[in-house]
């Protein structure tokens, strides 16, 4: 945790894959392509309490170019100043665009982890 707050202090830069299954206590439910899925908060929780912004970067192969072209946005969320309102706020919106990239170009998106491995109480299993 030191080496984050580090960084975040030195205005460096932190990378992070909100796209993968956590276990309940480091995440929270949110929708990803209609079904809750459990999505880390760190990256949200860093970014709330540090105010920095956080951005989406993807990268796409062009078929005809034979090349890589990489994308880089802010994410913008409704803030509320209530921390922990603005955690699940920011968590949403960069699963969104998660979604919005993959609903382009399912194809390039690498569907080999079980992204929906921990459900909420009560719910069947996925697979």
Known sequence: MRKFIKAIRENKIL????DQNTIRERGIFVDFFNLPA???T??????????KPVVFAYSIFDEKDKTYKCYVSQIE????????DDICALTKAYTKKI????RKHPEQYLWTHKRWKTRPE???PVY
């Open 15 to 18: 990378a992070f894959l909100v």
């Open 38 to 40: 459990i999505t880390v």
């Open 42 to 51: 760190f990256p949200a929780k860093l970014a709330v309490k540090h105010n």
């Open 77 to 84: 969320y409704e803030k509320t100043k209530k921390e922990y």
């Open 99 to 102: 979604e919005e990239i993959v």
């Open 122 to 124: 009560g719910e069947p």
